[in-house]
């Protein structure tokens, strides 16, 4: 380097660093402005845009401001509802089917109960059988102890369908502990009111099938039990039901009598009970279809028994409103419910079943079960609105799953009900069906088990007049959205069955954080029992 531009080099320097020492110069021009980072790349913060960051936070921040009440006897009020045969995946399904059908792509959708603070898991299992059946879960869920298959609020002690062997085996259920409470009760179903789900709740007997006395066995005459219709009419707890709606007016009615429909009754003692329901209690009504549901007036009616069908109620998807056929809704049915039950000061416990999930699960229809599912969801949204988290404990499960799976790769947004489109190479949905090793197009959901394959004109029950059919089909050309539309199974069966798998427990109010982890199902009745102290309520009142 030439040393005279070295020495000026640090002359330089040093005068800088001397210029410290005089006055300070005048402030120069302003730079241009930097980029702003729109696109992502420029050093903003993505965490204050990104919307799955934003959300998960603010799931955090809420459930972090949860605060618990766990006092004994701290919900005035208890509603149970119960999808049967509501598996997870059935409600995964039901919740991408409900998006849908609100224009969205689905998977982002939440039914209302999944919007409850507290989840946990009920293991299903009956005392004597690994899959259960409906009458030992509810069982397990209305009286605090696991039973047998096909029993209703019994003891494990009993011989199923052997009426001796019943005595001295019944237990004590929700139910009748809040009406010796003094508390208001009811029980709401969309099948019928005297089936293993609701029976549960108000009856006792080892064989889930005498719904009337017309299938009770001689042994069971002889031996003094009672159908389970006759045991709605005999419940002596306090002021009795005061809520029972659902279907299976037959097993109310004698076989000489016909009813609106032109349906004849199943009793062969010649009583109608339904007559005796408006006898017995006073502000009694009875209702056979919407038009004259919607036509009680809560706050002059104590007593309210609505039967809207000889046999179940339809699916939601098949339902009527006007005439002799016409349904209300499981909303319509929970809203009734709770005005006509709220006017007690000391409280009440209803008990809410979907109850034709299940039934449309076993003909391999997932376009009814998933739509009953939405239907239980709007059920429990009028539920949520109609109470407050502050005294009324709601909770929404399910007695059992069923053989019913989401498969295949589709891509976000595919129809719930359609075929499976995935994505390419490039992550970009497909233009054309996804195939199976055949060349066979797929649907998303299906069974491993049942009647299999059906393209019907309506669908639902009327699978069962047709063959099992197993197998591949190719779907090309098959709307398998339509409600006729019944999805392939893997192992042909004369009727889809239930699955084992855990079912899931959403929870809100009073004690709701007592729903956690997984648990026996029969913890449902001790987390009722806490949180109304009924009980000890039902002993004090005695």
Known sequence: MNKKLLVLSIAALLGLAACGDGETGETGANGTDGTNGADGSKGQDWTSVNQWY????????????????????????????????????????????????????????????????????????????????????????????????????????VERGNCASADGQNLVTSLELAAMAGMSTGVVTTARITHATPAATYAHVPERNWEADSNLPAEAVTNGCKDIAAQLLDFSYGDGLNVVMGGGRRAFIPKTMTDPEGKAGKRNDGRDLTAEWQTKYPNAAYVQDRDSFLAVNPQVTDHLLGLFNSSHMEYDLDRTEAGVTGEPSLAEMTAKSIDLLKKNDKGFVLIVEAGRIDHAHHAGNAARALHDTIALSEAVRVAMEKTSANDTLVMVTADHSHVFTIAGYPTRGNPILGLVKSNDANGLPATTNSTDNNGLPYTTVGYANGMGYASLATGGDERYGFPVDSGRKDLNYVDTQSPGYHQEALIPLGDETHAGEDVAIFARGPSADLIQGTVEQNHIFHVINHAANLVAKAEAAQ
């Open 54 to 157: 934003v959300d998960g936070q603010a799931r955090v921040t809420k459930a972090a401001g949860l605060s618990a009440n766990d006092e004994a006897g701290a919900a005035k009020n208890v509603i149970l509802f119960v999808g049967d045969g509501m598996g997870v995946s059935t409600i995964t399904a039901a919740r991408i089917l409900d998006g849908q059908l609100k224009g969205q792509t689905g998977e982002e959708n939440s039914l209302s109960f999944e919007t409850l603070p507290y989840v946990g898991l009920s293991k299903t299992y009956n005392v004597d059988g690994q899959t259960p059946d409906s009458a030992g879960t509810m069982s397990a869920m209305m009286t605090g102890v696991k039973t047998d298959v096909g029993v209703i609020s019994q003891a494990e002690g």
